[in-house]
């Protein structure tokens, strides 16, 4: 069976339009509070051994109650980013991550 053949019932896997590795912006939403920030670097450097938290940009919400910030990884496949997102989402202080 050639490569682009498709298998009946099947999807056809997703090519990725990510070449790994590349620089890869996380971007996670939580509420403003002690502790926040340290606790995404904490999940970020699990995945990432290699990410230096100098280089999180973070930005308060209009109000004040939520902080955001942007963690950009060196990805090195899919599965390393799947990991992340999951770590992230599962973290209780964080609300969102894009």
């Known amino acids: 069976m050639a490569v682009n053949d498709a298998v ?5 896997p997703a090519e990725s339009l990510i ?13 403003a509070q002690p ?5 995404v670097v904490s999940v970020v450097r699990r995945h990432a051994p290699d ?11 209009r109000e004040g109650k939520y902080t955001s910030l942007t963690a950009t990884v060196t990805a090195t496949s899919r599965e ?19």
């Open 8 to 12: 009946p019932g099947q999807e056809p």
């Open 19 to 31: 070449v790994y590795p590349s620089a890869f912006p996380i971007k996670v939403m939580g509420p």
């Open 35 to 39: 502790g926040f920030v340290p606790a």
């Open 51 to 61: 990410f230096d938290p100098a280089t999180v940009e973070t930005r308060s919400s």
């Open 80 to 98: 390393q980013l799947d990991a992340l997102y999951k770590d992230l989402c599962d973290h209780p202080m964080v609300v969102m991550v894009l």
